[in-house]
C-alpha cells in the first residue's frame, strides 16, 4: 500500500521545537534545585529522586507495552523523567521507597496513561500522585526532615517547616504563642537560599527562579503564569499582612515559602493541563495564586499549592472555550 502524507491547507509555521527538546530543557532548569536538594538533603534526596525516576520511567514503559500495547516506548521523550523528578520534587528526602514507587504509579498510572498519555491527561501526572500520597500517607507525608543531615534517610530528625508554623500562629489560642511560632520562621535569606525545611525540591526559591529564567530565555514557556501567580499571591497575602500582621506573615516570606515557586514555574506552566492562549493562562495564574493562599490561611493544610492547580487543572477545557486564541489569519471585525 502506498503512503500517503496528509497535511492542512496552507499556510504553516514550523518552530523548530519538539516534545522531546523541550522537555529536556525543562530538565536542565530544574538542575540547580536539584543540586540545592543534595547539599542540604544528602543520601536522601538522591535515594527519593533515583527511586521516583526510576518507577515513572519503569511504569511507563511496561502500561504502555503491556496494557495499552503500544508498538512504540514514550520513555525517552523526557516527559517520564520529568514527572519523576517533580514528583520527588514535592516529597520529603525521608520517605520510604516503597511508597515513592506507590506514588509514581500513581502519577503514571492513574494520572497520565489511564487517560491515553502525554497530551491526553487532563492532571498533572506528579501532583496527582503526591496528592494520592498525602491523602494515604498523612504522617509519612508530614515528616519534614531538617536540613543538613546529609547522611540520614529513613532515620533523619524532623522539624516544623515554615508553612507549619505560620499555621500554628493562624490557629494560636492567643497573641503571645501565635508571636511565638512567628518568630521560628527562618528569614526571606534562608528560605531564599533553603536554610529550611520542607519537600526537597522547593526549599530553595532561588534556584527555582534561576530555572525560570532559564525557561524564559530559552522561550520553553512564557511569563504569563508564574508572574499571575506570584504578583497575585503577593497582593492578596499583602492585603491580609497589613489586616493582621501579628496574624499573618508578610507577603515576602509567603512567596518564598513551601511549594509556591515550584509549583509557579514547573508545575503549573504544564503544556497539557494550562490553558492555551495568553488571555485564558492569566485567568488561571491568578485563580491558583488566590486559591493558594485563601488555603494556606483558612484551609485544613498548610500548604495550598497543589490543590490550587489540580483544580484549576480542570477548569482549564472551560478557559479555553472562554479564551479561544485568535485564529491564524483572522482580521479584528470592526464595531
Given amino acids: 500500500m502506498e503512503n500517503k502524507l496528509i497535511v492542512s491547507l496552507s499556510p504553516h509555521v514550523h518552530g523548530g521545537d519538539s516534545v522531546q527538546k523541550n522537555m529536556y530543557g525543562v530538565l536542565i532548569a530544574l538542575i540547580p534545585a536539584f543540586l540545592v536538594s543534595l547539599y542540604f538533603f544528602g543520601l536522601g534526596a538522591l535515594i527519593v529522586t533515583a527511586t521516583s525516576v526510576a518507577a515513572c520511567l519503569f511504569f511507563e514503559w511496561a502500561i504502555g507495552k503491556y496494557l495499552l500495547k503500544k508498538p512504540t516506548t514514550t520513555i525517552c521523550d523526557g516527559s517520564a523523567i520529568i514527572t519523576g523528578v517533580l514528583l520527588a520534587f514535592n516529597l520529603p528526602s525521608n520517605l520510604p521507597i516503597w511508597i515513592i514507587i506507590l506514588g509514581a504509579l500513581f502519577a503514571i498510572g492513574v494520572g497520565k496513561m489511564s487517560f491515553g498519555g502525554l497530551g491526553c491527561n487532563p492532571f498533572n501526572p506528579a501532583l496527582a500522585g503526591r496528592v494520592f500520597l498525602l491523602l494515604s500517607f498523612p504522617v509519612q507525608m508530614t515528616s519534614w526532615p531538617v536540613v543538613g543531615q546529609l547522611t540520614a534517610y529513613t532515620d533523619a530528625t524532623t522539624g516544623a517547616t515554615p508553612l507549619a508554623l505560620m499555621k500554628q500562629a493562624i490557629h494560636a489560642a492567643d497573641k503571645s504563642a501565635a508571636m511565638d511560632a512567628l518568630n521560628r520562621i527562618p528569614d526571606a535569606l534562608s528560605l531564599l537560599i533553603g536554610q529550611n525545611g520542607g519537600c526537597l525540591g522547593e526549599v530553595s526559591a532561588l534556584a527555582l527562579l534561576l530555572g525560570l529564567v532559564y525557561m524564559l530565555w530559552k522561550k520553553i514557556i512564557t511569563w504569563h503564569i508564574p508572574v499571575s501567580i506570584l504578583a497575585t499571591v503577593f497582593i492578596f497575602a499583602g492585603i491580609m499582612h497589613l489586616a493582621d500582621p501579628e496574624k499573618y506573615v ?19 506552566t504544564d503544556y497539557v493541563t ?17 486559591l493558594t493562599v485563601v488555603i494556606r490561611l483558612f484551609g485544613a493544610y498548610p500548604e495550598g499549592m497543589s490543590f490550587a492547580i489540580l483544580i484549576m487543572n480542570a477548569f482549564t477545557p472551560l478557559i479555553n472555550t472562554y479564551c479561544k486564541p485568535k485564529r491564524f489569519g483572522e482580521v479584528a471585525k470592526k464595531k
Avoid: D, T
Avoid at 490553558?275 to 485567568?283: A, D, V
Fill in 250 to 268: 508578610s507577603p515576602v516570606l509567603q512567596l518564598l515559602s513551601g511549594g509556591l515557586m515550584l509549583g509557579a514555574v514547573f508545575m503549573a
Fill in 274 to 290: 494550562s490553558p492555551m492562549s495568553k488571555k485564558g493562562m492569566l485567568i488561571y495564574g491568578v485563580c491558583i495564586g488566590l
